[in-house]
């Protein structure tokens, strides 16, 4: 069995993929899925249905809602996955697949790559780890802790999964084919000035030292209006380099 949660909920099985219609069993399940094999309390279930004001019966209506997801998850001859242990509840993944975890192991995978310097490999796993994660997270799934917590954990995980591909793309050569999606990420993200010095970097290594100057001066204005700050160390150092036509900024020849 497959659990999948970052998109449109959905289990899939040898008999197809099912899903829960019902919002607050679905937001139950996913934070039991967020938090798997670990034990949830329930009076953080409570607030992850319910929020700060819970309806005075809100407990006997979790039983009620464990008691749904048990008989959802059921396979003749499986072993019950929902478990109650106190002072909650806590979902057995066992053999069972969670695409999160297959996410997470993409992105341990494509940072190690990277270190090792098998820039191929390390794209590969995080234009994985990007396709996996591309379907957006349904707007009704709630805004407690753990799922806001979860949220932004993804958010933040897709970022860096962008930049290190950039990153890695930029080591293979490939600067050139990187400036239109560069542009792009720095108009949406304009405060991420990792992506800004990619940009300046590949506009250079394009044979475009001019555009790579004015991209400085972009990121440095967005930096004044927004936040009030300059750019940071790393920028103002590419900016010099740049001024200077630095060879150190040349791609590395392999050895």
Request: aromatic residues 6%; hydrophobic residues 40%.
């Amino acid at each position: 069995m497959r659990y999948e949660i970052l998109g449109p909920f959905q289990v899939v099985d040898e008999d197809g993929k099912h899903t829960i219609r019902a919002r607050k069993i679905r937001v139950l399940l996913t934070v039991l899925l967020v938090r798997a094999d670990q034990v949830v309390p329930v009076d953080q279930l409570i607030t992850e249905i319910w929020g700060e004001a819970p309806p005075r019966r809100a407990t006997a209506g979790l039983h009620v809602y464990i008691s749904q997801i048990r008989k959802f998850l059921h396979r003749p001859g499986a072993e019950d996955p929902v478990l109650t242990r106190p002072p909650g509840y806590l979902l057995r993944l066992g053999a069972d697949e969670l695409d999160l975890r297959r996410l997470e192991l993409l992105v341990n995978q494509g940072r190690n790559d990277f270190r090792q310097g098998r820039h191929d490999q390390a794209s590969a796993a995080f234009e994985e780890a990007l396709d996996l994660s591309a379907d957006h997270l349904p707007d009704d799934l709630g805004n407690g802790p753990v799922l806001e917590g979860f949220h932004t954990w993804l958010r933040e995980t897709r970022l860096e999964c962008v930049e290190m591909l950039m990153e890695s793309r930029m080591m293979l050569g490939r600067h050139r084919e990187l400036v239109g999606d560069l542009y792009q990420l720095t108009t949406e993200h304009p405060l991420r000035e990792v992506l800004h010095r990619q940009l300046m970097l590949a506009l250079y290594r394009s044979g475009r030292r001019a555009d790579a100057l004015h991209a400085y001066q972009s990121a440095r204005r967005t930096l004044n209006e927004e936040l009030g700050l300059e750019p940071c160390r790393d920028l103002q150092n590419l900016q010099r380099s740049i001024l200077t036509s630095d060879h150190r900024l040349d791609l590395p020849i392999p050895a």
